[in-house]
């Protein structure tokens, strides 16, 4: 007897082959067969006209800052998610061990793995923000904390090389640290340095990531890939071929990419210059403040002005979250600014200074979005975070990444086919983070399972109107429970925490 049937499914089985119609049967949280099945079954779902998938895997959230607290991973599970990556960008939770027992013991509905991060070993050896190279000793002391946290668990590691204190690490230093994550086979996610063709240009961004993977011998996934700001359009092609021309010299360099024209990241990550930040948050504060040296605020704010202008202007630049007043949130700095009678730049400022905020930049374009998503070595991403419903103005990418890539571009823009978007969304991140067991349908694999309704299925989250869950899920199933029926969660919280394994 199974513990679950799936009768009559339109299989698309995550590998990129056709679709076939069969039966699935489950048993202890596997899928033990696939045919015509006419045995009894403890559940039994009836699928005639809809696809069956592998469990969607997104490998580049930032879910780790409050998946203790919202373990139902509710605007991800609503997607057909079922596994989560956190410790994106070099920033991670520490200690690992620590981190992952505490999520255990939340019960999430859905799996949940982490990469440690650079950027947060780099502060804990260094201090905050240092901005010079490590001595031979600190530098030792972070190789000993990556191997720390593979060991606890970790399932790679992950570089945020736009961000402070990545963004002061020579590339020598980033290989260095990648060689033991490389002795394990394990990734390194890279958020690169330069999305926009401003420091240091977006090609020699891409190809710092193909010198650390040929240097340190990791396989490196560049994250959320794209063109950031107008100075970037239409460079696709030229750092596509980077990428190619890297793996044809044997080097395992692979992206991941979210499916819309607008970005998102904080404040002092989109604008405050990187020498501002030296010394850490007070020490930014300190710079940015009306009554610091003249020279140096009036550097910081000519700087900001011209970083907003380089993201689309004041006009494109919406507020997500703040410290200050919610009802700001969905505003533009245009439009504060109006509000408060200053300039666009200083109520960048004026937030930063009170706690800061996160701000959704419109700045890329339509072509270069599409263009990178047909690429057979990028998979699917969210760049997102766990939202509860209407608290805040997320991006929408939180909400309705994978449904877009499927009602969007799978069905209405035919940039991709079915079977080539679930495989960017299931096999090809599970090789990737050596989950060994998941993101195929085949017998013997963990039954973390989606059913879908491929005529219906589509985001709902605009960036008007961000808290909307997405429509034409019929069944989310995760290790052989069902989790979600259409709109209505079942109770059952069976997420594991997977942790990495030397491959």
Not at 77 to 101: D, E, I, K
Not at 134 to 160: H, Y
Not at 385 to 413: A, I, M, Q
């Amino acid at each position: 007897m199974y513990d679950l049937v799936i009768h009559n499914a339109c299989i698309v089985d995550g590998t990129g082959n056709p679709w076939y119609t069969a039966d699935i049967g489950v048993k202890d949280g596997r899928i033990e067969a696939i045919g015509s099945l006419s045995g009894e079954a403890g559940e039994r779902i009836e699928a005639a006209g809809r696809v069956l998938a592998p469990g969607f895997i997104d490998v580049h959230t930032h879910v780790d800052r409050n998946i203790t607290k919202m373990p139902w991973c509710e605007n991800y599970l609503r997607q057909g998610v079922t596994t989560v990556v956190g410790g994106n960008c070099g920033s991670s939770r520490w200690p690992v061990a620590r981190h992952l027992a505490e999520v255990e013991q939340s019960a999430p509905a859905i799996n949940y793995a982490m990469l440690v991060g650079h950027g947060t070993i780099r502060n804990r050896v260094m201090g905050g923000a240092a901005r010079r190279r490590p001595t031979e000793a600190e530098m030792q002391q972070m190789v000993d904390l990556v191997r720390q946290g593979l060991t606890e668990g970790a399932i790679g590691m992950s570089a945020g090389l736009r961000y402070v204190p990545g963004y002061y690490a020579e590339t020598s230093e980033v290989i260095e640290l990648a060689k033991p994550v490389a002795g394990q086979r394990r990734p390194l996610s890279i958020h690169i340095r330069d999305e926009a063709n401003l420091d240091g240009g977006l090609v020699e961004a891409v190809s710092e990531a193909v010198e650390i993977a040929a240097g340190s011998g990791v396989s490196v996934e560049i994250s959320h890939l794209k063109c950031l700001g107008q100075k970037a359009w239409h460079m696709t092609g030229t750092i596509l071929q980077v990428i190619e021309a890297a793996r044809e010299k044997g080097l395992d360099v692979t992206f991941d990419q979210y499916p819309y024209i607008a970005s998102s990241t904080s404040i002092a990550g989109a604008l405050v210059p990187r020498w501002a930040q030296e010394g850490g948050g007070a020490a930014m504060r300190n710079r940015l403040r009306l009554d610091s040296t003249g020279e140096d605020r009036e550097k910081i704010r000519s700087e900001m002005a011209a970083a907003i202008e380089e993201r689309g202007g004041p006009e494109s630049l919406v507020i997500a979250a703040n410290a200050i007043d919610p009802q700001l949130n969905g505003l533009s700095l245009s439009t504060i600014g109006k509000e408060w009678g200053i300039a666009p730049v200083d109520v960048a400022i004026e937030m930063q200074l009170r706690g800061g905020a996160t701000l959704i930049s419109f700045n890329m374009c339509e072509a270069d979005v599409e263009r990178i998503m047909k690429h057979w070595a990028g998979m699917v991403a969210s760049d997102g975070d766990l939202w509860s419903l209407g608290e805040g103005h997320p991006h929408p990418r939180s909400y309705g990444t994978f449904p877009r890539v499927l009602g969007t571009y799978v069905r209405r823009k035919k940039v991709l086919r079915l079977e080539e978007a679930i495989r960017k969304m299931t096999s090809f991140p599970a090789r990737r983070l050596g989950l060994r067991d998941r993101g195929i349908i085949a017998e013997g694999f963990v039954a973390d399972l989606v059913l879908f309704d491929p005529e219906q299925i589509a985001d709902q989250a605009t960036f008007e109107q961000p808290h909307a869950y997405c429509r034409g899920i019929d069944f989310v199933v995760v290790g052989g429970e069902i989790v979600l029926v259409g709109d209505e969660l079942t109770g059952r919280r069976p997420g594991r925490v997977l942790r990495g394994e030397a491959r």
